[in-house]
């Protein structure tokens, strides 16, 4: 397996993992009242936070671990990147009009908040996702 496919499945890992801790905090939290009353910031920080933490350590993990070969990125691995990056990238787009369409709508902070970090959380899957898809079943560029 290369390296990069390595990094796609640390990526959908590490995005899951954090995603739901921060789900069972901001959920567990709340109680009666609405949820958009529930404090949220603290806890997307600190997932946030740990993901990007535990993601470069992971990623270093597997680079010192791989054999010397699988390290070299050849021409394949390059546009499997690109392509992968290409989809993942469409779901901040959608994130960000998301955003400004909640903000428009002067729609309380949290939903904003929770949208554009649920279309991160959705590009980091999608994206990863179609680079393991393209290893395992074959990659045609366009």
Same mark, same amino acid.
């Given at each position: ?32 009242? /609405?949820?958009?009353?529930? /404090? ?26 791989? /054999? ?72 045609? /560029?366009?």
């Amino acid at each position: 397996m290369a390296v990069e496919e390595k990094r796609a499945w640390i990526m959908i890992v590490v995005t899951v993992v954090s995603y739901a801790a921060y789900l069972i905090v901001v959920l567990g939290r709340s109680g009666d009242g /609405p949820l958009a009353q529930e /404090p949220y910031v603290s806890a997307l920080l600190w997932t946030v936070g740990a993901a990007i933490v535990a993601s470069i350590a992971l990623h270093i993990t597997v680079a010192l671990l791989s /054999p010397e070969e699988e390290k070299t990125k050849d021409q394949r691995d390059r546009e499997i990147h690109h392509f992968g990056e290409y989809i993942g990238q469409s779901f901040v787009v959608i994130g960000g009009v998301a955003g400004l369409v909640l903000a428009m709508a002067e729609v309380d902070q949290f939903w904003i908040a929770n949208a554009i970090y649920l279309a991160f959380v959705l590009s980091a899957l999608l994206g990863s996702t179609a680079k393991i898809v393209a290893y395992r079943l074959g990659f045609q /560029p366009w």
